[in-house]
């Protein structure tokens, strides 16, 4: 009898192509359910996960489920995944999913965050996991310009061009930038974002944070719908996957 299973991970994603399964390449999905498929003895097993995240990504809370025959208790899944994951997978907990759960379609939002570090002088040690950016940054522009991304609003210019969905309309719930020493963190809530959406909300209000962008450009940048309006894209060592909300 097959139960599901919901899974919470966390990896560095430094050294992947990304989550999603791609010929040649390593990805979080693929050692995944190669150690799955290990587990069951040779049967495929697939994982789906609550979205994609592109190479260099982390996540602190990623969510999959996954269907399984072998009774296995909570506990005891585990360690048997990790006595075989690589050590930049890590899994924190697995549970009996209710019945008809799906990881992607039954999550109501997702929160990310963003580090930046603002350091004169390079960072060895966190340059796989914080964003090097030596500009002075006006913190209270940037904290205003975020004002007007928060709410529903049609995200076109705010994601990638290669952005396949035809529906850009997305609810941003919070938005915090705080300052601690070096550190500038970036926190984004929403009920879903677009290919690329928070590198690039992070790349324009650290504009706007240099004085090349005022915070009332956002009105204009989301009005136009074209991403050629907004910023840069920020860097993806920065960036995690930090809570899926269900």
């Not at 090349?212 to 050629?228: H, T, V, Y």
Request: proline content about 4%; glycine content about 8%.
């Amino acid at each position: 009898m097959m139960q599901r299973f919901i899974c919470t991970i966390s990896y560095d994603g430094t050294l992947f192509s990304g989550y999603q399964v791609q010929p040649n390449k390593r990805t979080v999905q693929s050692e995944i359910e190669a150690v799955l498929t290990k587990l069951h003895k040779g049967s495929h097993i697939r994982i789906t996960a609550s979205g994609r995240t592109d190479a260099g990504v982390h996540a602190r809370g990623q969510v999959i489920h996954f269907d399984s025959p072998l009774q296995i208790p909570e506990d005891r899944w585990v360690k048997a995944l990790h006595s075989l994951l690589p050590d930049d997978i890590a899994v924190q907990r697995v549970e009996k999913a209710p019945p008809g759960f799906h990881a992607r379609f039954d999550a109501s939002g997702k929160e990310y965050r963003y580090f930046v570090n603002l350091a004169d002088s390079k960072d060895p040690f966190t340059r796989h996991y914080q964003y090097q950016y030596g500009y002075p940054l006006d913190i209270v522009q940037m904290k205003a310009a975020a004002a007007y991304l928060v709410g529903t609003h049609d995200f076109t210019s705010f994601c990638s061009a290669k952005t396949e969905v035809e529906d850009r309309v997305r609810t941003i719930s919070m938005i915090t930038i705080e300052r601690d020493g070096d550190l500038l963190t970036f926190r984004f809530a929403g009920n879903g974002f677009l290919y690329n959406m928070v590198r690039i909300l992070v790349g324009t209000l650290l504009e706007t944070g240099r004085g090349l962008r005022q915070p009332s450009d956002m009105e204009s940048i989301l009005a136009g719908k074209d991403r050629s309006l907004a910023g840069k894209t920020a860097a993806a060592h920065g960036l995690y996957l930090w809570e899926v909300f269900y």
